[in-house]
Each structure stands twice: as C-alpha cells, then as structure tokens.
C-alpha cells in the first residue's frame, strides 16, 4: 500500500509560486501514476495534473496547463508540482494521489480510480 504524505503549501500573493512535494512510500512497480488533485471549500474535489512513474507522461487540467508543472524522482519516491503565477482561484487543498490501473490523457482524472491518498496541504493565494 502506498502511503502519501504532502508537503509545502502555504500562503503566497497572487502571481507567487509554490512547490508542492509528495512522498510515496511503499511504491512498488505497479504504481501507474501519482497526481495532484485539489479541493476548495463548496466544491468538488478536481484533477489538477499527474505523472506515469515509467516514461513520465504528464497530464493536465486546462486552468493550469501553462503555469503548473508536474515531475517526479523514480529514486526518492518524490512527486512535485511546481505552481507559477498563482491565482487566487488556486487557493484549495491540495491532495496526492496515487492509482495503480493504467489510464490515460482523459481516465486519469477521475478520483474514485486512485487507490491511495494523502492528508492534504494547503494553499492559499491571496489577491
């Protein structure tokens, strides 16, 4: 069983940016990927973006395509998600999340297909 733990939210003015890391513990090779998901208050828990652990395919939710960048360390068990130029539409929790069936550009994005999350860290952007 994988075991996720996020780290690195906070607060940051609008245009700043974050790193977010995620630490999978217990991955074993058939992890197919690890992503980012994010939830603000009233509202739906959504797919932000997402990495295969082999080949580093990388998926995007359209709002934050230009500005978010997802990577991971195969050797660390590490995912990142670097966030430029934030906006205050950002500001939500942010979950990691893992799943081991395979999936692509759109079946990615659901959350009931990820076996495994973390607590969640907060991000907060401010105007």
């Known amino acids: 069983q994988v075991h996720l733990v996020e780290s690195g939210g906070g607060l940051v003015q609008g245009g700043g940016s974050l790193r977010l890391s995620c630490t999978a513990s217990?991955?074993?090779?058939?992890?197919?990927?690890t992503g980012w998901f994010r939830q603000a208050p009233g509202k739906e828990r959504e797919f932000v973006a997402a990495i295969t652990w082999i080949g580093g395919i990388t998926y995007y939710t359209k709002s934050v395509k230009d500005r978010f960048s997802i990577s991971r360390d195969n050797v660390k068990n590490m995912v990142y998600l670097q966030m430029n130029n934030l906006k205050p539409e950002d500001t939500a929790l942010y979950y990691c999340a893992s799943r081991h069936t395979v999936c692509s550009e759109y079946t990615c994005r659901p959350a009931s297909d990820y076996d495994a999350w973390g607590q969640g860290t907060q991000v907060t952007v401010s105007p």
């Open positions: 217990g991955r074993t090779p058939s992890t197919h990927l």
